[in-house]
């Protein structure tokens, strides 16, 4: 059974940086889509980014552009977010999300790690 989990939250101040990283394990085969989202408190899930298996272009959120940039390594079965200019607004839980290997529907969901950027 594949499990996504995510790594590299933690308390920043506005205009830090911070790497997240999400591992899968239990692989057995190379999911078509590996993304992120957050969820900021009382709020609905939110769109970061998401790379495909391919060599094709990364699609990020239009308010996270310039900013946020994904990356993934298919070999070690991870996916990346390296966020810049953290804004208090990019407070929220962050998920690690991947699909089937031909689907582009996310069934796969890491437990999320927070990220807080204060003031």
């Known amino acids: 059974q594949v499990q996504l989990v995510e790594s590299g939250g933690g308390l920043v101040q506005a205009g830090d940086s911070l790497r997240l990283s999400c591992a899968a394990s239990?692989?057995?085969?190379?999911?078509?889509?590996m993304g992120w989202f957050r969820r900021a408190p009382g709020k609905e899930r939110e769109f970061v980014a998401s790379?495909?298996?391919?060599?094709?272009?990364?699609y990020g959120a239009d308010s996270m552009k310039g900013r946020f940039t994904i990356s993934r390594d298919n070999a070690k079965g991870t996916v990346y977010l390296q966020m810049n200019s953290l804004r208090p607004v990019d407070t929220s839980v962050y998920y690690c999300?991947?699909?089937?290997?031909?689907?582009?529907?996310?069934?796969?969901w890491g437990p999320g790690t927070q990220v807080t950027v204060s003031s």
């Open positions: 999300a991947a699909t089937g290997a031909t689907m582009t529907t996310y069934h796969l």
């Open positions: 239990g692989r057995t085969f190379i999911p078509n889509l």
């Open positions: 790379a495909s298996r391919s060599a094709g272009i990364p």
